[in-house]
């Protein structure tokens, strides 16, 4: 029987501060090596967040307290109400 392969994360700090060890299935043998410093985070999370128009008062509030809540990266959908969205800009 041939062994399945496996992605392995070794000595990875987990969110409640433990060190272990992870595989995951793959279709090909690598080893990840955290050396403790790295942290496996769950995949349920969804860091993303709406903040309205850029011409709301909230906007540098919205950005602030994201930032504060964890929000890591924020993706600007353009939209046709934006000056830099026109063919003149």
């Known amino acids: 029987m041939q062994r399945s392969k496996m992605i392995t ?4 700090r987990t969110l409640d501060g433990e060190i ?4 995951i299935p793959s279709t090909s043998d690598y080893i990840i090596e955290a050396k403790e ?3 496996l985070l769950p995949g349920a999370i969804d ?7 850029i011409d709301s008062q ?5 950005i602030e307290s994201a930032v504060r809540g ?3 990266t924020a993706i600007e959908v353009p939209s046709e109400v ?4 026109t063919t003149k800009e």
């Open 9 to 12: 994360i070794k000595n990875v």
């Open 20 to 23: 272990s060890n992870y595989e």
């Open 47 to 53: 860091p993303h967040i709406c903040f309205g128009s």
């Open 70 to 72: 964890g929000i890591t």
């Open 82 to 85: 934006l000056t830099y969205n």
């Open 58 to 62: 909230n906007w540098n509030l919205a």
């Open 37 to 39: 410093k790295l942290w």
